[in-house]
């Protein structure tokens, strides 16, 4: 049974600092993973998503890298601000094509 | 806006009630699934229907329904349920299958049982 685990459960930095979120799941045979965003009682709003066979993914300030192997990602985010305050999910999609596993998220505050 | 769209947005509704969540989604997809979000769990995945056929139930009670008349709508029919389920219910839809299986999610419905 896939298990996401996301590392730290929450963060708070100094508006402009970058930081990382880790993402780790326990089966490495996945189609591929997701990273979400949430805001406070609103729905997920898709950031990146990596294909098993690729390594990373870039949009804007964001990056997702992907280690398959070791059964890991992070979403890197530069120069952080207080807009990206939100809840930060990530999802994989394995062990039969619509299985998607979340983990329960990263709760980020970036300080003005 | 991310193309789904559920109605309503807040529900409040006691155990006796019977109620339908909706789902509607513009982007072509064939894929749709209702998860549940309860406070420190992560979403776990109740339904996802294929090209309006269920392919998945995830052990979800009876007091939960789900209907799919078309690949753009999806609805979550509730009847006697309890506290427990007050959670937001959360829509999303993707391709079946493919390289870009990307699922984008509605703003939820909140729902309280009282």
């Known amino acids: 049974k896939q298990e996401v685990t996301q590392i730290p459960a929450a963060l708070s930095v100094p508006e402009g600092e970058n930081l990382v979120l880790n993402c780790s799941f326990t089966d490495s045979a996945i189609y591929n993973l997701q990273w979400f965003r949430q805001d406070p009682g609103k729905g997920l709003t898709s950031l990146l998503l990596?294909?098993?066979?690729?390594r990373e993914q870039t949009s804007g300030r964001l990056n997702a890298s992907l280690d398959k192997s070791s059964g890991r990602s992070t979403l890197y985010i530069a120069a952080s601000q207080p807009g990206d305050s939100a809840t930060y999910l990530c999802a994989v999609r394995s062990g039969g094509y619509q299985k998607v596993t979340f983990g329960i998220g990263t709760k980020l505050q970036v300080i003005p | 806006e991310t193309g789904v769209t559920q109605t309503p947005r807040h529900l409040v509704m006691g155990m006796t009630n019977k109620k339908s969540l909706k789902c509607e989604q513009h982007l072509g997809h064939n894929a749709m699934y209702w998860y549940k979000q309860s406070a420190k769990k992560p979403l776990e995945l109740m339904f996802v229907?294929?090209?309006?056929?269920?392919?998945e139930n995830n052990s979800v009670p009876s007091r939960f329904s789900p209907e799919c008349p078309n690949s753009s709508h999806l609805f979550l029919h509730l009847h006697t349920l309890q506290p427990e389920d007050s959670a937001l219910y959360l829509c999303a839809s993707s391709q079946v299958e493919g390289m870009n299986t990307e699922a984008f999610f509605g703003q939820g419905t909140r729902l309280t049982v009282v």
């Open positions: 229907y294929n090209f309006k056929e269920q392919t």
């Open positions: 990596i294909q098993s066979s690729q």
